[in-house]
């Protein structure tokens, strides 16, 4: 069973970095595609980053390339998101979960959402 747990979010200026952590609990990720989401208030949730294990090795929304960076632990039990040049269109709850390459669309599957961890940016 694999269970999620994001961290490292928290109050930044525009600009600013932070780096977010998804840890898994239960078991390691395996081999498992993953991925981030965020959703601001309002707002749908909405692919971010990914890591694959075919095709491309990471793929990123187009607001975020170049300033997010996606990485895995040698372990498979953690991933990453470096985030830099923070936005305030950044603002978000930023979620980790299992995810699939669907016709070139990356989406969640197996219902694998950690709590989430908030990020804001302020300006």
């Known amino acids: 069973q694999l269970q999620l747990v994001e961290s490292g979010g928290g109050l930044v200026p525009a600009g600013g970095s932070l780096r977010l952590s998804c840890a898994a609990s239960?078991?390691?990720?395996?081999?498992?595609?993953m991925g981030w989401f965020r959703q601001a208030p309002g707002k749908e949730r909405e692919f971010v980053a990914a890591?694959?294990?075919?095709?491309?090795?990471?793929k990123y929304a187009d607001s975020v390339k170049g300033r997010f960076t996606i990485s895995r632990d040698g372990s498979n039990n953690t991933v990453y998101l470096q985030m830099n040049n923070l936005k305030p269109e950044d603002t978000a709850v930023y979620y980790c979960?299992?995810?699939?390459?669907?016709?070139?669309?990356?989406?969640?599957?197996?219902?694998?959402w950690g709590q989430g961890t908030q990020v804001t940016v302020s300006s």
């Open positions: 890591m694959l294990w075919t095709g491309e090795k990471s």
């Open positions: 239960g078991r390691a990720f395996s081999r498992y595609n």
């Open positions: 979960a299992v995810v699939n390459l669907v016709a070139g669309t990356v989406l969640p599957t197996r219902n694998s």
